[in-house]
């Protein structure tokens, strides 16, 4: 069966055809990447699809969304779009769908995807436990959080809002960030430090601790300066960026109490070179008495282009058992 799979973070919407068979994902075409600017509503994006793939869409569609999901009414936590389930046969002329929270999708491309799609980062180089649980996190638009459960019977997801747990700082400079950001707001959670934005509020603080002025950049530009290396105090923002990275994996998992860790997201496989070279690994240990504990927790990042919709087709035929 063929399904219409959208992936829609704050920032971009992703689109693709998935055909789905026996509670799984068989194939995946490739994906039209839309920005969220540019479109009013999901609708009119998804007809832009529509017209870009020149046939008819599919009857069902697979939707990940940046938000909770539930209720009448979803509205993204940093997107301005606003889906009423109810009027999706309506809206999008799908006769069957699923709704999940972005994250979960990810859980389900997690569960589904094979060892190739997964890149070592710490602990044992094993591959993922098939029984018990997985915690999987990555930062984006905003930090997203979910869990896998994996047992004799195939497996379960756990959608959670773990990126707006408080952030716990490990050392001034880490203190400073809080500082600076508590000007602004009341409670620092996770995601004010670790998601693209938050590339903005580290560079400035070092800017501060270094005693020099810098001129205001957005996040875009920053990531663009950090991973080009062109500006010395850019790159350390993203070395710092990926130290508390690995700090709050770390403790995703003491609460998860998993047997592995994945990391995804936006950014993540940007990330990918940053991680490997960082204080990633040593941060995601650090828990004190519980040390030897996180060593032996098998740490991946997956490297599968489109996990959002893959997971949200897996999502799919998991829910209508197809």
């Excluded at 009423?84 to 046969?89: H, T």
């Excluded at 996190?137 to 997203?144: A, E, R, Y």
């Excluded at 700082?169 to 430090?193: C, G, H, M, Q």
């Excluded at 489109?306 to 949200?312: D, E, F």
């Amino acid at each position: 069966m063929e399904v219409v799979a959208v992936d829609i973070g704050g920032t971009h919407a992703r689109f693709a055809v998935a055909e789905v068979a026996e509670g799984r994902v068989v194939s995946i075409a490739e994906p039209m990447t839309q920005k969220v600017a540019e479109h009013p509503s999901l609708q009119l994006a998804w007809q832009a699809f529509g017209d870009s793939l020149g046939r008819p869409l599919p009857k069902a569609a697979a939707i990940a969304v940046a938000s909770p999901v539930g209720g009448e009414v979803i509205k993204l936590t940093n997107n301005p779009w606003i889906i009423r389930p109810a009027l999706i046969p309506e809206r999008l002329g799908a006769e069957t769908w699923t709704v999940v929270n972005d994250f979960a999708a990810i859980g389900h491309a997690v569960a589904q995807l094979g060892d190739s799609d997964f890149l070592h980062l710490c602990g044992p180089d094993t591959p993922l436990p098939a029984r018990g649980s997985l915690t999987v996190c990555g930062p984006g638009t905003g930090l997203g959080v979910a869990q896998v459960f994996r047992h004799k019977g195939g497996y379960d997801i756990i959608a959670t809002e773990g990126g707006h747990v408080d952030f716990a700082p490990l050392d001034p400079i880490e203190d400073a960030f809080v500082k600076r950001l508590r000007r602004e707001y009341n409670r620092v959670s996770t995601e004010r430090i670790v998601a693209g934005p938050a590339i903005v509020a580290i560079y400035e603080t070092l800017a501060e601790l270094e005693k020099r002025p810098v001129p205001r950049h957005s996040d875009k530009e920053l990531w663009a300066l950090a991973f080009e290396g062109k500006d010395s105090l850019a790159v350390a923002a993203l070395d710092r960026f990926c130290l508390s990275l690995g700090a709050v994996a770390g403790d995703l998992a003491l609460a998860h109490g998993p047997t592995g860790v994945v990391i995804a997201g936006g950014l993540g496989l940007r990330l990918k070179d940053h991680l490997l070279q960082s204080g990633f690994g040593e941060r995601f240990v650090a828990k004190g008495r519980f040390r030897n504990l996180m060593a032996s927790i098998p740490v991946k990042l997956i490297t599968h282009p489109q996990p959002g919709l893959y997971g949200a087709a897996a999502a799919f035929a998991q829910e209508h058992a197809l």
